[in-house]
């Protein structure tokens, strides 16, 4: 054991001498990867020169071309040309570090390994990663976590600290693209939001989240699901989601001051939901669009709309006009203040337009060269009337009880 102070500084000398892989001559052109893993400090070592290992404890510090780490304990092995930490591991990075109980890094690959607790934050402080075990490939930038990966992605609101958390069984980081890559039972949350999928692909730079195999997205009264989902985040709050193929979107309203809970569903090949704080501003449903909704004391009475189009716009997160185009066709039902069903309107033509009010039916319009309404009056026994035109309109009559 070496103590005295002028002696270590010696030893450490020798030390990179004999333990440095790669000599270079003065302005020679020195390749990526090929510097030698330097030793700078530590209170005291063990060397075993024949067998090619160093023991080193107290302030340990290496650094390798950009990359440094530091440990309270240390083996250095020459054959493996890697560095083992038994007690703390802090690994500094170009734009990020990595902490844990223990890791290793060897020179030749220039990998890094954190295990036990481990924890990988970028420089900026915008997001983290933890597992038991994390994985950094020096010369591709890129980070690997095999098991029970965490990801955290920070953000500032009205001066609090928000994150958006992601959870899988492994998970990816490549820091050049700031892409990450969650796979196997992904688990996406943020306040209100919850996102599920077998994998996601999660683009830090432009807030996109792309999800494939089942994806699901639950959002306040919202939930849309699909073969493929894509979202928009604009300072971590929802802008816009897309599904693409089997597109299924529903809605459950709570019961609100005497009002009953409603529920509605929209089908297609593609779906696009604009949100604003949380609540829907716009739907758009394309090819084979269906649309339906009935109310919590009212099952058997479902409102239908079908077409090859529809769009809807909303107020405060509540229906307020839907426009049909394309074959299009609905079902509508009156209901009067006494939550009595008074009629029903069936339309159908090119293009249906349907007005509501605090989510209840107030108008449908009707054109197109065959354009056709026919309102039942069912608080009475009487034949329906039809009425049919190029442009016709069709709207709920009260009827006096």
């Known amino acids: 054991m070496i103590n005295s102070k002028w002696q270590i500084a010696g030893v450490l000398i020798c030390a990179q001498i004999i333990f440095s892989q790669t000599q270079h001559l003065p302005n020679a052109r020195i390749e990526k990867g090929s510097m030698p893993l330097i030793m700078e400090r530590a209170d005291s ?18 650094t390798h071309d950009s990359v440094e780490f530091r440990t309270e304990r240390a083996h250095w092995d020459k054959n493996s040309d890697a560095v083992y930490s038994e007690d703390g591991f802090y690994f500094l990075y170009p734009k990020g570090n990595m902490k844990a109980k223990k890791g290793n890094y060897t020179r030749k690959n220039s990998i890094a390994v954190a295990e036990e607790n481990a924890v990988a934050r970028d420089s900026a402080g915008k997001g983290a990663f933890f597992g038991e075990r994390i994985i950094y490939n020096r010369n591709e930038y890129f980070l690997e976590i095999p098991t029970q990966p965490l990801a955290h992605y920070y953000f500032e609101e009205k001066g609090k600290l928000d994150t958006l958390t992601i959870r899988s069984k492994t998970m990816t980081y490549d820091q050049r693209s700031q892409i990450a890559v969650a796979a196997n039972s992904v688990v996406i949350t943020r306040k209100d939001l919850i996102i599920t999928g077998d994998t996601a692909f999660y683009n830090q730079k432009d807030g ?54 409603q529920y509605s569903d929209v089908f297609g090949d593609t779906l696009f939901l604009a949100v604003k704080n949380n609540k829907a501003q716009s739907l758009y449903v394309n090819i084979n669009a269906k649309g339906l909704f009935y109310e919590e004391d009212l099952p058997n009475y479902v409102n239908k709309m079908n077409g090859n189009r529809m769009d809807i716009s909303f107020d405060a997160g509540k229906m307020k006009l839907a426009e049909i185009k394309g074959n299009a066709s609905s079902l509508l039902f009156s209901i009067n203040n006494s939550r009595k069903v008074e009629g029903k309107n069936e339309s159908s033509g090119d293009t249906i337009y349907v007005a509501f009010d605090s989510s209840h039916v107030s108008k449908v319009k009707v054109r197109g060269n065959l354009a056709s309404g026919i309102y039942y009056d069912m608080s009475k026994s009487v034949p329906p009337i039809a009425k049919v035109s190029t442009d016709s309109t069709a709207a709920k009559q009260p009827a006096s009880e």
């Open 45 to 62: 070592l063990d060397a075993m020169r024949k067998a090619g290992h160093l023991y080193l404890k107290g302030n340990v510090k290496f």
């Open 208 to 261: 996109f989240l792309s999800l494939k195999g089942k994806p699901k997205c639950i959002i306040n009264d919202y939930t849309i699901t699909g073969d493929s989902m894509f979202v928009k985040l604009e300072k971590n709050e929802v802008e816009f989601i897309l599904v693409v193929e089997n597109a299924h979107g529903t809605q459950q309203t709570a019961a609100v001051s005497g009002k009953p809970a």
